[in-house]
Structure formats: C-alpha cells, structure tokens
C-alpha cells in the first residue's frame, strides 16, 4: 500500500516540526506495526520511532522525549512531532509499516511497505 509522507522542511536548532505519514483506510486498519525512520547522509536507515496496533511504542534513545510518534485514526495518519530538534537529527524521514502480526522490532528488515520519504533539516 502507499505511503505519503509530508511536514518535513528546514528549521534551526530547537525548533520543532510535524510529520505526517498518510495511507488508504484499508491499509491503514490492516497495519499491525507502522513506524519512522531515518536516513543521514553516509549512514544507515535507523528507526526512530515503532508502534503496533494496540498502541504499544518503542522511540530510538536518540529522540526519547523529544519526539512522539501518535496516531489519527480517523484520518489514517500517523504522526511525528520533533521538538527541540538538533542537527544531528537532519536526514530523510521515512515512514514504514507492516501486516504481519509480531513485536514491531526497530530495523528495517521488519517493515515492507515503504513512503518516498521527507527531508528534516536542522541548522545549528
């Protein structure tokens, strides 16, 4: 299934921004993990942030308590709200989910569908 993501942008360091990652209704309700994560230039895809269907979340130690992964059901979103972003967080954001049932481990290899990305800039 498709997923769109959108929000990113550039901001200085301490600033904040909102992703949004939207997919179909269907895709959506069938979704047992969905998750972010990122890329930085010259380094591996990490996860940032991975939720089940029963809201259960894990955050990367990089982002725990600046970043919170929630979810709008009614408008099949999941989001990302980064505060007190650093220049270490710039890289793609891509968002990432799963149907097969299991614990939503945090590495790229659990995830099969896959967003185009969005691009978080941070200035220092």
């Known amino acids: 299934a498709q997923l769109v993501e959108s929000g990113g942008g550039s901001v200085e360091a301490g600033g904040s921004l909102t992703l949004s990652c939207v997919t179909s209704?269907?895709?959506?309700?069938?979704?047992?993990?969905m998750g972010w994560f990122r890329q930085a230039p010259g380094k591996e895809r990490e996860a940032v942030a991975t939720?089940?269907?029963?809201?259960?979340?894990v955050y990367a130690d990089s982002i725990k308590g600046r970043f919170t992964a929630s979810p709008d059901n009614a408008k099949n979103t999941l989001y990302l709200q980064m505060n007190s972003l650093k220049p270490e967080d710039t890289g793609m954001y891509y968002c990432a989910a799963d149907r097969r049932a299991g614990a939503c481990v945090m590495s790229t290899t659990r995830f099969g569908d896959w967003g185009q990305g969005t691009q978080v800039t941070v200035s220092s």
């Open positions: 939720r089940n269907q029963y809201g259960v979340t």
């Open positions: 209704k269907f895709a959506y309700n069938n979704y047992y993990c």
